[in-house]
Each structure stands twice: as C-alpha cells, then as structure tokens.
Nanobody, 123 residues
Framework: QVQLVESGGGLVQAGGSLRLSCTAS????????MGWYRQAPGKQRELVAV???????NYAESVKGRFTISRGNAKNTVYLSMNSLKLEDTAVYYC?????????????????WGQGTQVTVSS
C-alpha cells in the first residue's frame, strides 16, 4: 500500500504565496511521476503541475510563471510553490502520483491520490 500525505494549504490574500508538500510512503519501488491537480467548486479537476522521473515538468497555462513544482532529495516528496496567487486559484489541491509498487514478488504500476488540501485566496 502507498499513502500520499499532503500539507501546506490555507488562506492567503491575493498576491501572496503558499507552498504545498506531498510525501509518498509505502511499498514503493520507483516513482514515475508526481504532481498536483486542483478542483474548484462546480468545476472539473484539472492538472496544475507535474514532474516526471527524469525531472521534466509540465504546468497548466494558467499557473506558468507563478507556480513551481520541485522534488525533495529522496524524490518521494513533491512541493508546489505558489506565488502571486489569484482569486481563481482557490480550490482543493490534490497530490497525484504514478508509482511502481512491490506486490509480493512482482512490480505493478498504480495511480494514487492524496486526500486534498484547501487553498483559499481572498481579496
């Protein structure tokens, strides 16, 4: 089993900054990708940013230049540094991971989601 534990959400004024973190733990062989999605009320969940095993990153157009995704040294932790926050960034942010896990003597690939952390940007 693998768990994703998120932290760092909260309330911030427009123009402010927050940093989210997410750590994966469990029977992990390797991590293909980790990232962040978000879901605002009445809207579909959307990709915010992702970092793949080789270190390449991808961002939603709406956050480019404002958000930065990075990994910890152990590569099982991912961070999302959010600057110049806007009202429209308000959402529940979910950590996502594509992980190769050890199942008995085999390796299997699964996708995992964190429980979500609320980010609220006020005017």
């Amino acid at each position: 089993q693998v768990q994703l534990v998120e932290s760092g959400g909260g309330l911030v004024q427009a123009g402010g900054s927050l940093r989210l973190s997410c750590t994966a733990s469990g029977s992990i062989d390797s991590i293909n990708a980790m990232g962040w999605y978000r879901q605002a009320p009445g809207k579909q969940r959307e990709l915010v940013a992702v970092i793949i095993s080789g270190g390449n990153t991808n961002y939603a157009e709406s956050v480019k230049g404002r958000f930065t995704i990075s990994r910890g040294n152990a590569k099982n932790t991912v961070y999302l540094s959010m600057n110049s926050l806007k009202l429209e960034d308000t959402a529940v942010y979910y950590c996502y991971a594509d992980i190769i896990v050890v199942v008995r003597t085999a390796l299997e690939e699964y996708e995992y989601w964190g429980q979500g952390t609320q980010v609220t940007v006020s005017s």
